[in-house]
Every structure is written in C-alpha cells, then in structure tokens.
C-alpha cells in the first residue's frame, strides 16, 4: 500500500490513535477501582499494581510482544517467533523510510500502539485478587514472565491467525470444516472474540484464581469484615472504564464505521442493563442496593459485552448484559464458599462474566447464534464457543501454575504477617494514601485555632 493509499484512511487513523488512548486510560482507571476497593492501608500498594504493570508490559510489547503475538512465522499455532519482529524491527517503515501499512488499511504502527494497551490491562487486571499480602517485587517478575507465556500466545491463538482462530489449521476447522473464501481456506464456523472475551477476560480471571489459591488467604479473609475504604473512587474509575472501554470495544472494528457505531451502542445498553441485573440480584438477596455493586455491574457489563460487541442487536446486547451482571453479582460470593481469597472479586467479575460472554453469543449472535435463527450452524458456533473458552482457561490455569508455583519457591509471593498488619502501603512503599493519625490531629487543631480566629458573624 501507497503512502497516497495510506493518507485516504486518515479517519481510521484518527479513531484508531484515539482508541488507543482511551484502552491506554484504562489503566489508570482500574488503578482508582481496585484502589477504591481495598483497605485504606493497601490502597497505594494497588494502584502501584496497575502502574508497574503499564510501565514494565509497555517496554516488553516493543521489544518481543508485537512478534510473539502477531509475527507471520507461527509455532504450531500457539505463539509466533519471538525474534522476527523484536524491538519491531522491520514493523514500522521499510527502508525507504515509509510507514508499512497494516492489515486494516492505516500505517502498522498504530496497531502496534493499539495492540499494547490490551496486553498491559490485561496484565493488570490479575492484581486484583492480591491485595494486601505480597512483595511488589514478586508480582513485577511474574507480570513480566505472564505477559510472554500466557497473554503472548493466547493472543496469537485467538487474533494472529493461530489455534483458537479460523485459521484453516484451528481447532474450529477441525471441528467443523473449511470453506473457501476469497481464495483461502478458513474455518466453516469461525470463532467469536470481538474485543477480548478469551485473551483479556477469561485469561486474567483464570489466572486470578489460580494466584489466588497459590498464595493463600489475608490474615483478615473472613475474620473481619472488609469493606472498600472509598467508594466515590471506586465508582470515579468504574466510570473512567466505561469511557475507556467504547475504545476496547469500538477500536476492534479497526476503524470508523457502522461496526465500530454498533460496538458503542452494543456497549452502552449492555453495561446500563448489567447494572441492574447486578442491582436486581443484590436487592433480591440483601434487600439493598449499593454503590459498590452498581459499579461492579458495570464492569461486568463491559466484560460480559466484550467478546459480542459487534455480533449483537442492540436489544440482544441487553440480554446478554442484564444476565452477566446477574451472574457475576452471584459469583463474586463464591469465594467466601469455597473459601479462596480474591480480595477485590477478579473471578467473579471478569472470569465468570467473561466466560458467559464467550459463550453467549454462540446462543445471541446475529442470524448465527443457536437462539437466533442459526439452526445446526448456530448449535456449532455455541459448540466452537464453548471449546474456544475451555482451552483459554485450561492453557491459562497451566501456565500461571507453573509460573506462580515458581515463584512461591524462589523469590516468595508473600510480605510478612507483621508486615500486613501493619498495612503494606507503609511498610513496602513508605506511603500512605491519607494523611496519619497525628497529621490529622494537627489538622484538627489548625481547623480549631482558625475557627478561634475567625472573626464572629453578626
């Protein structure tokens, strides 16, 4: 393609740049949620989580991310050489000094830049089921280690043409058969992943909950009762999420069109209806509603949502979103059944609101799901979803074994139950969110002797 070529597309250019930046805000957004969320006295701690995860997946997408994701030169379907692409030599210009055009019409560059906020949010979505017990240092080495051996090569299975695709060599093609379009074989029933339902959410839930059960319960798990020490952040970045997230979503059309409209809308409705799926559940079994769980709803709405986003009606969205949002309201309670410490609910939100996203749309897509009008090809595609979603989690569950198993007999996953107690915002990073007892009294005092000054209103 012709830079003239590449000019005309400066609209999906525009979007796609703008996409980025709000995949990228999501980030910092899920810093204010999981921050939000926590003890006041691990708040820091959290949002650190977040930030190192930008900072470090940010460099490691450059340098081998971009290959092993989408590097032509496929292992077995499961990852791409590491080495043809690294520090994305040969993926921005060519030699004459002209952007290399992508495969969606705009310079290859901004789908590189795009590509790599998705592999940070992932990442960073994990550290929610950790909070308060363990090293900083432990969890930068397995965010390190985790983005190249499970997020890598699940994003090359799903998006980059390997096993979990409709590659003519993919699990669906063997499943079900090939068909000839456009001169090349592919899968006759294609798998469904919009936006990331198995690469982002499944992936990060399941390893969630493998961490989880590796690195043990807080000292506090069901002693005492925890609630979040700040619920207005807590909804300020649920809030910020949902606006990152018409990136997420609309961005995977790959450009400005009536895909990326429908995606926007399929969004909204999916998020408003899973709040009150969420909100309808906790009335039902509380007999209250809360904040907290009308921004909860709203996640799992946006995660329910992700992989559908552009393979539903508007009022199929809804449906898919109001049961999402049921069901994560519901699944954030199994950790206290069987007994595993997810602090802030990463497996109830986005493993269990993920997988029923994957594999609702094999039942709600478009003309093609098995409660839509699909027929025998709609019982396939729900068969193919189904598949797509279990050699996510199974492949996850294995890698992030190995990883954590690892590192708990290494390095060591957790602080000290000293340390914890003391809170490990103080104690490993020499900070607190809030000001301390005495510095509150202080204030305290400074706010008395300004009333005492004041002069009397008469």
Known sequence: ??????????????????????????????????????????????????????????????????SMSYGTESVAGWFANPFQFFGLRNSVTDAAGNYLAGANGYANVIDIGFQLTFAVITVAIISGSLANRVKFSTWMIFAGLWVTLAYFPLAHMVWGGGFLSDSADGIAAKLFGTVTEDGEKIAAIAPIDFAGGTVVHIN???????????????????????????????MLGAALLWFGWFGFNGGSAFGANGDAGLAWLNTTVATCAAMLGWLLVEQLRDKHVSSLGAASGVVAGLVAVTPAAGNLTPVTAIILGAVGGALAAVGVGLK???????????????????????????????????????????????????????????????VTFLIGMALKKTVGWRISGDDEVAGIDATLHAETAYANDEARELTALEEEQDAAAAPTMG
Do not use: C
């Open 1 to 66: 393609m012709t830079p003239e070529e590449m000019a005309s597309a400066t609209g999906d250019s525009a979007w796609m740049l703008m996409s980025a930046a709000l995949v990228l805000l999501m980030t910092p957004a899920l810093a204010l949620f999981y921050g939000g969320m926590s003890r006041q006295k691990s708040a820091i701690n959290m949002m650190m989580m977040s930030f190192g995860t930008l900072g470090l997946v940010g460099v490691i997408y450059v340098l081998w991310g971009w």
């Open 336 to 398: 206290y059944r069987f007994k595993f410490d997810d602090s802030l609910d990463v497996v109830g939100v986005h493993l269990v609101a993920g997988l029923w996203g994957t594999v609702g749309i094999g039942l709600l897509a478009t003309d093609d799901g098995l409660l839509t009008g699909g027929g025998t090809a709609g019982f396939k595609l729900f068969i193919v979803q189904v598949v797509i979603a279990v050699v996510a989690l199974v492949y996850t569950a294995v």
């Open 204 to 234: 990060a839930g399941m390893a969630a909950l493998i961490l989880a059960l590796i690195i043990g319960r807080s000292r506090s798990f069901m002693k005492t009762e925890t609630r979040p020490h700040n619920l207005p952040l807590v």
